[in-house]
Structures are given as C-alpha cells and as structure tokens.
C-alpha cells in the first residue's frame, strides 16, 4: 500500500524555467509534508516543509503548495538551474507517535542547460 | 555545525556474514531514525529510538536486524546472516524533540550482499 506517490519518475526542464514536482497521499492522518534532494550515494538533503495548516510555503527559488482537499502536494522550482538536478522525494508524517517520515519514490529532475 | 554521519560509507559481504553499521547523529538531536532504500524506491522506515529507548520497529525489520542506542548518541545496525536481499543504502537521521521538527540525513552506508 504506497501511501504516499510520485507518478512521474523523471522530468527534464530547460534551465531558467519552471519546474514543478508532484506528489500525492492517501492518509488522512498526514500532517506534515518535506521535500529531499538526493544526489547518487549520498543521502537525501532537507530542501522544504509545509504543515498541512498552510497551503504555501516560500524559500528563495523553491515552493511547496499543498491541496489537503485533493491530498496533493506539488514543489516548484523558479527558475530552474542545473545544479537542481538530481532525485526528489516527498515525505509524509503524522502528527503523533514517532513522527516517522513515508516517501514516495522519487521523481528524478534533469535541467538541461 | 556537523552534520549526521554514518560509518562505514560502503560495505561488501559475503552472504552469511555479519555486519554492522554505525551511525552518529547530530549532538544535540536526542531522536534517531534508521532507514533503508533499495533501487528505485524511496526510503523505508526500520526503526526509531528516544534517547536510548528503541520505541518503534517496522516489520521490515526481521529477527536477524538489531539496532542499539546504548547511551542515547551513536546507534549501530546489525544485520546477522546477511542475505542477498539486505543489500540497500542504509540510511540513519536524527532531529530533535517537538512535534513536526524536520530529520536530517546521513550520507548512508551502501550495503553489498554477494
């Protein structure tokens, strides 16, 4: 049972344009959502959260909106650079117990220069 | 600021063998996660500790997987009898207490079963 989903597997963007990333879960209880960074052999880097509380969170070039009426989270990446590159997760955690994180299964973003 | 970090990066064993992986978290995280990610997958859930108490197991966890957190720093993973199935990265976070504070990573151990 895949609770939380990222349907498209990759995604190639031009650099300097959008790129946006999506993500969708099923449990009700979630509450709190992330966004990784994964680079080859290394581990996944924090990038951005939002608490399902707002449906907006900013930070420089990144952007995380969440429709808790669709459970559906998105990431934006404006303007996209090649640097972005890599693996993106998204997470999901409830707010109980030991705050463990389900991932989806990765979206990988290529930014063609 | 050091960041969590995770010995040794690559292991590779013979099926059958033993191994075990350490993680140290960042010093003043008194939470800590133990994760493993196969191919095309994101990363699963195995275990959580509080300070020293292990307060959660997946069931991913077999009998032969045991995690310690002696003294509520470091942790360690042990896998006994490995088999081919096991070889993933291994991946341990830590964060500190409160309710939605967010785990930060270590670069993993990647795990090769022959």
């Known amino acids: 049972d895949q609770q939380v989903k990222q349907n498209s597997p990759s995604l190639s963007v031009q650099e300097g344009r959008i790129s946006i990333l999506n993500c969708d879960y099923t449990?009700?209880?979630?509450?709190?959502f992330l966004w990784y960074k994964k680079y080859p052999a290394e581990g996944p880097t924090f990038l951005i959260s939002?608490?399902?509380?707002?449906d907006k969170n900013e930070d420089g070039r990144f952007t995380v909106f969440l429709n808790k009426s669709a459970k559906h989270l998105s990431l934006h990446i404006v303007p996209s650079q090649p640097g972005d590159s890599a693996v993106y997760f998204c997470a999901a955690s409830g707010s109980s117990g030991t705050y463990k994180y389900i991932f989806g299964t990765g979206t990988r973003l290529k930014v063609l220069a | 600021d050091t960041g969590v970090s995770q010995n040794p990066r690559h292991k590779i064993t013979k099926r059958g063998q033993n191994v075990t992986f350490r993680c140290d978290p960042i010093s003043e995280h008194n939470r800590l996660y133990w994760y493993r990610q196969t191919l095309g997958q994101g990363p699963e859930f195995l275990t959580y500790?509080?300070?020293?108490?292990?307060?959660?197991k997946s069931r991913l966890l077999s009998d032969r997987f045991s995690a310690e957190r002696p003294k509520g720093s470091f942790s360690t993973l042990e896998i006994q009898r490995t088999e081919q199935g096991d070889s993933a990265m291994y991946l341990c976070?830590?964060?500190?207490?409160?309710?939605?504070?967010?785990?930060?990573f270590g670069p993993g151990t990647r795990l090769l079963v022959l």
């Open positions: 500790f509080q300070n020293e108490a292990q307060l959660e």
């Open positions: 939002i608490s399902s509380i707002k």
């Open positions: 449990n009700s209880m979630f509450d709190y």
């Open positions: 976070a830590s964060r500190t207490g409160g309710n939605q504070e967010t785990q930060y």
